[in-house]
């Protein structure tokens, strides 16, 4: 079943009143539960907007065109309030944000509890998985340090483990290794491949890297506002999920 | 604790919006102090005066001003209505001593100890010793307020000096927070004496000291309107000026409560100016960090939860400003009363209920500094406000 199903997706940005952007030209999206999938397409496509939909951060428009809607596991939450959108994303979705994102005044633990802290996680609890997480991450050692004290990379890998650190259904990450070389990219990828094996996890990954494309089950391809091509899942070609993917090594 | 630490990051605008609002809550205090002690004397004054009638020479009052006889205290007291009328001797400590005063300057009250004993509802405690009875005519002793036992600094037994003469301290009053407290009790027959002194020796040569009071005051009998004995004193005696509880609160009382709404005034600009600076800078932050607002928000904070944050971090820092601007409230307040003591003169009275609501007013100032912006904040859509630069 899909766990993330939407049409007649439309987003137009208006910037005044003769000058709008049509990042969305509507577009149907349908991505299966316990999938890695990956946006991709050239910059100013529409990848991140897509994604901001789907991860029920924007609302898609309205009025225009035929109605959007929007199925997160069947339930219709295209014209949710924002109470229970936010309330959605906090417990069901996790986020790595293009620019990753980080509250400056807060160390990277902190930054990881500020997630579990909205999923109504805390105390003693919730500063073992932050920690679980920072070690996922390879940064358990860097618990204590402000994001200014991080390096660009670090900042990255300190926003994953915010995404993951409830082990949410859904990942959307935009543009997660776009700031690693090619050796940490390979471990984050491994990461969510990992967390999609253990836990089903679905994974969205908006990305301009072939790598990271060919390293997901499923590669949208966009262009100018409308998906080009929808892609194959490998995995369901082959019929064989766990082994016909290519796996990184996981780091320890 | 992240809210102090938030705090720290913006260390000099943080310190700088808590000195406008302690600077504000300063002025409340000491303000508001002052107005306490003014209304304190009022209160003691308009309480005492109620119940009576207190009768002095033409254009005279409270018993204060010229000569009268202490034989029309019986004619008095023989009015309708009147139930006991007694003589007494008030003065000025000192002649210069109400040139630059607020409040009451030091007086000199003679009377016959306990003669209103029984009508006199206006009770005064002693701190040490005891009150003057009618055996202390004739002596030379006294009963000292409490202000003005600390600017002599005496106790029971010593000695002090009133107008040249010496007097033996035989009580000290509790503070009352009015007149009393500046005042020096002594026996009618010594305030006679005292007051003969102050008047030039051709007046003087025609009187007979036993004879002098500078006021008279008169006791209803139960049921009876003062008013209606004044208006008796006015129609059968000439040459004096009654004057009623009612008097006193429209004379004394309006003119106080103006200086009080001035004062007060002062205070609450002081305090607005103070206020606008926490809304400035609880607005300036809230755009600073906007973008980390738009993090929350994506990552699944509640508006309720962002509001709640800046409220209470703006509500912390009009908290701090405010016990800030208390302590120095209280310690200026202190001080001059200190530094008043030796001239008897206690300017401040600073009261648990003003010191709390000074807090508590810093207190909500700030929270609803903060409400404003923070509500914009948090109907920010996420995505804007992440990409905000
Ligand atoms: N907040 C905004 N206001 C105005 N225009 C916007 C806004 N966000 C995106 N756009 C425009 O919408 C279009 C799609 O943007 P989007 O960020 O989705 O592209 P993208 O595919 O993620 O690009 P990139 O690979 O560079 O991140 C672009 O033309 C962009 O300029
Ligand atoms: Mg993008």
């Not at chain 1, 998906?227 to 990184?248: E, F, K, M, S, Y």
């Not at chain 2, 927070?177 to 020796?201: C, G, I, R, W, Y």
């Not at chain 2, 004394?252 to 103070?274: D, H, P, Q």
Request: proline share 4%; aromatic share 4%; with cysteine.
């Amino acid at each position: 079943m899909a766990i993330l199903e939407g049409r007649n997706l439309r987003k137009t940005y208006r910037l005044s009143r003769k000058n709008t952007v049509e990042a969305l030209k509507g577009v149907e999206v349908s991505i299966e539960k316990g999938e890695m999938v990956a946006i991709m397409g050239p910059s100013g496509s529409g990848k991140s907007t897509l994604m901001h939909i789907l991860g029920l951060l924007h609302a898609p428009d309205p009025n225009h065109g035929p109605a959007p809607e929007l199925y997160l596991s069947g339930e219709n939450v295209a014209t949710l309030s924002d109470n229970a959108r936010t309330r959605i994303r906090a417990r069901r979705m996790g986020f790595v944000f293009q620019d990753f994102n980080l509250v400056p005044t807060l160390t990277a633990l902190e930054n990881v509890l500020l997630a579990s802290t909205y999923a109504g996680i805390r105390g003693k609890q919730a500063r073992q998985a932050g920690l679980e997480a920072l070690t996922l991450v390879g940064l358990a050692d860097r618990a204590d340090h402000k994001p200014a004290e991080l390096s660009g990379g670090e900042q990255q890998r300190v926003a994953i483990a915010r995404a993951l650190v409830n082990k949410p259904e859904i990942i959307l990450a935009d543009e997660p290794t776009g700031n690693l070389d090619s050796d940490r990219s390979a471990e984050v990828l491994a990461l969510f491949r990992q967390f999609n094996r253990e836990h089903g996890q679905t994974v969205v990954v908006v990305t301009h890297d072939s790598e990271v494309g060919e390293a997901c089950d499923r590669v949208i391809r966009m262009r100018d506002g409308r998906i080009r091509d929808h892609g194959q899942n490998v995995a369901q070609v082959a019929d064989a999920p766990a082994t016909a993917t290519p796996l990184v090594a996981v780091p320890v | 604790m992240r809210l102090l630490r938030d705090l720290g990051r913006r260390k000099l605008r943080s310190a700088l919006t808590i000195t406008g609002i302690t600077i504000g809550i300063m002025a409340l205090v000491v303000f508001g102090s002052m107005a306490n002690k003014i209304d304190a004397l009022v209160k003691g004054g308009s309480t005492y005066y109620q119940d009576k009638v207190t009768v002095s020479a033409k254009g005279g009052y409270m018993g204060l001003g010229g000569v009268l006889s202490t034989k029309m205290a019986d004619q008095i007291e023989a009015l309708d209505g009147v139930a006991l009328a007694v003589p007494t001797v008030d003065m000025l400590q000192s002649d210069d001593s109400g040139a630059v005063n607020m409040g009451v300057p030091p007086m000199i009250d003679g009377f016959v100890g306990g003669a209103t004993a029984g009508y006199e509802t206006f009770k005064l405690s002693y701190a040490t010793g005891r009150g003057l009875t009618a055996a202390d005519e004739g002596q030379n002793v006294v009963v000292l307020g409490s202000d003005l036992a600390h600017q002599f600094n005496a106790r029971v037994g010593d000695t002090v000096t009133l107008r040249a003469v010496k007097f033996q301290v035989v009580g000290i009053l509790e503070p009352t927070l009015t007149a009393p407290d500046n005042a020096a009790e002594v026996p009618l027959a010594a305030a006679q004496q005292l007051f003969m002194k102050t008047l030039p020796s051709i007046v003087a040569d025609k009187l007979s000291g036993g004879e002098i009071a500078t006021g008279i005051v008169a006791y209803p009998k139960a049921g009876v309107d003062p008013q209606k004995i004044a208006d008796e004193i006015n129609a059968s005696i000439s040459g004096v000026t009654p004057m009623t509880g009612k008097d006193f609160d429209k004379q004394i009382g309006s003119a106080t409560s103006m200086l009080n709404a001035i004062l007060i005034g002062i205070g609450l600009i002081s305090l607005l100016v103070g206020g606008l600076s926490v809304i400035n800078t609880t607005a300036m932050s809230v755009a600073e960090r906007t973008r980390e607002i738009g993090i929350k928000r994506a990552i699944g904070a509640s508006r309720w939860r962002i509001r709640r944050e800046i409220v209470a971090e703006s509500a912390f820092i009009g908290l701090v400003g405010g016990l800030l601007g208390l302590a120095l409230g209280y310690a200026i307040t202190t001080l001059g009363n200190d530094a008043g003591r030796e001239s008897a003169t206690i300017l401040f009275d600073l009261t648990f209920g003003t010191a709390f609501s000074s807090v508590a007013f810093a207190t909500i100032l700030g929270a609803l500094a903060g409400f404003i912006p923070a509500w914009g904040a948090s109907r920010m859509d996420p995505v804007t406000a992440l990409r905000y630069e």
